[in-house]
């Protein structure tokens, strides 16, 4: 009953395209998956294909007593994706207000997510620590924390090794031997990238430090709606590896209908001869 969430201490650093990449690539590898959008900017739906104009969402009627299994929104990656839906100010406050004040609300959700063994939820959180991710993030087997290969990144390292980024206390301590820093934006053989992946690699210790390449042809797959990883360049390549070693992390069984046609992506097409 693993639960992976995607966070940041800052926003801009390609958070949400990597949730959505992991997400599908671990829907093509056959295993049942649900996309969580606890992000206002509602932009995971995006992502993964949902058009533009269709704002619906879970968190957003989250106060309405709406249940999950109602507010699935299928989509071409074999994700199901639950969308944080549009809100405005007062009604966003008023979000924050109930998860302050009744964390339950979610928590209960997605302990109901959790139910099926063999179910995956790939959160996207929001930058920061906020109320919806205190929620959830008791349950998190994993937490990937997204950073960009530069110096205002690198500041934040000690604080992600520690836990302090999402809090103080027992619960932010707990959660920081949970996480793996990955340096999202990677340039390969540039001093600045170098320096603050070896930074990272010898901040966080024993726990995962993961790297994905700058590559233009990511931009371009966005601005074409198509998933990065569907390309074969250096940045699909390190985010089927991601995927891998998310996969490994939560000790997923391998799913009985693997074999089963999905959607193929070229990055992982070796992959799939490995397995």
Do not use: Y
């Amino acid at each position: 009953m693993p639960l992976v969430a995607f966070v940041s201490p800052k926003g801009g650093v390609g958070k949400t395209t990597l949730a959505a990449n992991v997400a599908a690539v671990l829907a093509a590898q056959g295993h049942e998956v649900v996309g969580l959008d606890l992000d206002p900017q509602n932009a995971l739906r995006l992502h993964l294909g949902v058009p533009i104009h269709e704002e619906g969402g879970f968190l957003a009627r989250l106060a309405e007593g709406v249940s999950w299994r109602d507010c699935v929104r299928p989509t071409r990656a074999a994700v199901s994706l639950l969308p944080h839906g549009n809100t405005e100010p007062k009604a966003a406050l008023d979000l924050t207000r109930l998860l302050l004040e009744q964390p339950e609300v979610l928590a209960s959700q997605v302990r109901d997510m959790l139910s099926a063994p063999q179910r995956v939820v790939v959160v996207d959180a929001p930058p920061g620590p906020t109320p919806a991710l205190s929620a959830v993030l008791p349950m998190a087997d994993v937490i990937c924390v997204v950073l960009l290969a530069d110096s205002g990144s690198a500041s934040f390292i000690p604080s992600i090794a520690t836990g302090r980024f999402l809090g103080r206390g027992t619960l932010a301590a707990r959660s920081a031997q949970k996480a793996m820093l990955v340096l999202n934006q990677v340039e390969l053989a540039a001093p600045l990238s170098d320096a603050v992946l070896e930074f990272a690699q010898q901040t966080m210790g024993d726990r995962p430090v993961s790297a994905v390449a700058r590559d233009p042809a990511v931009a371009e797959a966005l601005a074409d709606r198509r998933l990065p990883v569907e390309g074969t360049g250096p940045g699909s390549e390190d985010l089927a590896l991601l995927a891998e070693r998310i996969e490994g992390l939560l000790a997923l069984a391998v799913p009985k209908d693997r074999d089963k046609p999905r959607p193929t992506f070229s990055a992982l097409a070796s992959w799939g001869h490995r397995r």
